[in-house]
C-alpha cells in the first residue's frame, strides 16, 4: 500500500537523528505518556474503591431492606411469604436491629445489636460465619457474637460474659429488669470498618426476648438474583399499596459514599485532563521547533507545488503519530503501575514512614485497582483530540510561508 506523501515526510522528520529537534520529539511523546499514565492510573484506582466498595457493602448488607411503616412490625411473616413469590428474590430473612449499652467489667460498649436467624439459609450469615477469627459461629439463646472492634473496646475474649442493657430495660413501667448476661461465642472480622467496630449478632428468639418484642422485627432483608435490579423490585414493591412496608435499595442506603466516589472521579479526571493538555502543547512547541529549522525545506515544498493543506497535513500526522505513540506507551506503562501498586504502595509507605492507605478511614489494606475499556478509550481519545488541536497553530503558520522568504531564511 502506498502511503501518502505528507505521511512519509511526516516519518521522515520524525525519525531519530542527533538533531535537537529528534531529542525534543523524544520529550514531547514522553510528555504524552506520563499524561496518559497518570490519568489512566488514577480512574483506575478510583473504579477499584468504587468497585470494592460495592462489593464489601453486597457482602454484609442486603440488596433490598424492607422498613414497616410501624417501628416494629406484627404482621411480617405475610410479607416474608409475599415478597418471597418474586422470581428475583433468592433469600429473605427478617432481622432485629436495635442498640445496646454494654459491659464488661469497667469497659462499655454501645453497638448495634442485630437479631438474625442463624438457620435460615442466606449468604449474609453464610459471610459472617466465614469471618469468624476467634471461637465458632453459635447463636444460642445466652451467646453472642462480637465483632473484632467491640471486643478489643471491650477486651473480651471467646467464653466470657458480658452484660446487656437495653432500652427495653430502661423504659419498663413499674418494673425493673436486670441487665443480661450473655456468653461470647465468637469473634468475627468482616473487612469494613463501621461493622468490624460496632456489631454484635444474637439469635432473632432471643433479641425478640431481649427487647420484649412480642414476636415484632425491624425489617426484612431481600437478596437477589442480580443485585443491579434492586430499584426494579423495589418500585414493584413500593407500587403495591397493601403490602405496608418500604423497600430501601442497597444503593439509596449507601447512596453517599458511592456519589462522594463518583464526584472525586469526575474531579479527578478534569484536574488531570489538564496533564494531557499540557503533554499536547509540548508536541505543539516541538513542531514550532521543527517549523523554524525545516523552514527553507518548508519553501522548497511549497515551490515544487505543494498545496498549504499538503504542508498542514504533515505537521498533523506528526503530532498524530506522536500522540499515539505516546498514548500506547502510557497505556502499557500505566498497566505495569498498576500490577505493581500495592508493592509500589508498601515501598513508598515504608521509605517515607507514612501510612499512605489508613485502614480506618479507607477500610482497606490494598490498594484496588479496576482498568475500564471505557475510561482508556476516552483518556487515549482525548489526548489525541488534544494534540491534533495543538498542532494546528505550527502547521497553519508553517503552510502561510512564503517560498521566496522561506529559501532565503536564515
Known amino acids: 500500500m502506498k502511503l501518502p506523501i505528507s505521511l512519509k515526510l511526516a516519518l521522515n522528520y520524525l525519525r531519530p ?14 510528555g504524552v505518556l506520563l499524561g496518559v499514565a497518570v490519568l489512566i492510573i488514577v480512574l483506575s484506582i478510583m473504579n477499584g474503591f ?17 422498613l414497616p411503616s410501624t417501628e416494629e412490625a406484627s404482621s411480617w411473616k405475610h410479607t416474608v411469604d409475599y415478597v418471597s413469590t418474586f422470581k428475583e428474590v433468592e433469600y429473605v ?16 460498649g454501645t453497638p448495634i445489636l442485630r437479631g438474625i436467624d442463624p438457620n435460615i439459609k442466606n449468604p449474609l450469615i453464610d459471610n459472617l ?12 439463646a445466652d451467646e453472642i457474637i462480637l465483632s473484632s472492634g467491640l471486643a478489643r473496646k471491650l477486651n473480651a475474649k471467646v467464653n466470657d460474659q458480658v452484660i446487656i442493657t437495653t432500652s427495653n430495660d430502661i423504659l419498663l413501667n413499674n418494673e425493673i429488669k436486670f441487665p443480661s448476661e450473655i456468653v461470647v ?38 437478596m437477589l438474583d442480580d443485585p443491579m435490579n434492586a430499584p426494579i423490585i423495589a418500585d414493584k414493591i413500593l407500587n403495591d399499596d397493601g403490602i405496608g412496608w418500604y423497600p430501601q435499595t442497597w444503593m439509596d442506603a449507601n ?12 474531579m479527578m479526571f478534569f484536574l488531570l485532563a489538564f496533564v494531557a493538555l499540557v503533554a499536547a502543547f509540548s508536541v505543539s512547541n516541538t513542531l514550532i521547533t521543527l517549523t523554524i529549522q525545516k523552514t527553507k525545506e518548508i519553501g522548497l515544498l511549497k515551490a515544487i507545488g505543494f498545496k498549504e493543506s499538503n504542508i498542514v497535513s504533515i505537521f498533523v500526522w506528526i503530532g498524530l503519530i506522536q500522540s499515539i505513540i505516546g498514548s500506547i506507551l502510557g497505556l502499557i506503562f500505566a498497566l505495569i503501575v498498576l500490577k505493581f501498586r500495592n508493592e509500589i504502595l508498601f515501598f513508598l509507605s515504608y521509605n517515607l514512614n507514612v501510612n499512605l492507605l489508613p485502614a480506618e478511614l479507607y477500610q482497606l489494606s490494598r490498594l484496588p485497582s479496576q482498568t475500564l475499556f471505557y475510561d482508556v478509550v476516552i483518556v487515549i481519545g482525548m489526548v489525541v483530540i488534544f494534540c491534533v488541536i495543538a498542532v494546528m497553530i505550527p502547521a497553519i503558520k508553517a503552510a502561510q510561508l512564503q517560498p521566496i522568504k522561506a529559501l532565503n531564511f536564515e
Open 17 to 30: 537523528n542527533k538533531s535537537t529537534v529528534s531529542i525534543i520529539n523524544i520529550i514531547s511523546t514522553l
Open 50 to 66: 468504587g468497585q470494592t466498595w460495592k462489593e464489601k457493602i453486597l457482602s454484609v448488607n442486603a440488596h433490598i431492606n424492607l
Open 93 to 108: 430473612m427478617p432481622i432485629i436491629d436495635s442498640f445496646a449499652l454494654m459491659q464488661l467489667d469497667n469497659n462499655i
Open 129 to 140: 460465619r466465614n469471618s469468624i477469627t476467634e471461637g465458632i459461629f453459635s447463636l444460642k
Open 185 to 222: 461465642s465468637g469473634i468475627f472480622n468482616i473487612g469494613i470498618y463501621d461493622i468490624d467496630e460496632n456489631f454484635a449478632f444474637i439469635s432473632l428468639d432471643f433479641a425478640n426476648d431481649l427487647l420484649g418484642l412480642n414476636g415484632k422485627i425491624t425489617s426484612i432483608q431481600l
Open 255 to 266: 447512596k453517599q459514599i458511592f456519589t462522594a466516589l463518583q464526584v472525586e472521579k469526575n
